[in-house]
């Protein structure tokens, strides 16, 4: 099976600084990360980001993100998906 999102909930986790969302592979769930270096490269601030900043820029990037995460998954099947800048050269 392929990884789906069909929930567009996310939430930002400030002590590991990255935004969590959920990923379904059949009736398994997948923990899915995306770090804020990735997110912070969609934003064009002076100040430091909030977590209202990362999550908008989540939204922004959702479609780049979720295939990043689809990659991710499919090379190598686990309960949980960290992306970082790595998975967006």
């Not at 398994?28 to 209202?52: M, S």
């Amino acid at each position: 099976m392929t990884l789906s999102f069909p929930n567009s909930a996310r939430s930002y986790d400030e002590t590991h600084r990255r935004v969590r969302f959920t990923g379904y592979d059949g009736m398994f769930e997948v923990k899915c990360f995306v770090t804020v270096d990735v997110l912070a490269r969609g934003l064009a601030l002076r100040t430091p980001a909030a977590e209202r900043d990362y999550l908008e820029a989540f939204d922004r990037m959702r479609a780049i993100i979720l295939d990043a995460a689809k990659r991710a998954y499919n090379s190598n099947a686990q309960a949980t998906v960290l992306l970082d800048v790595s998975n967006f050269r």
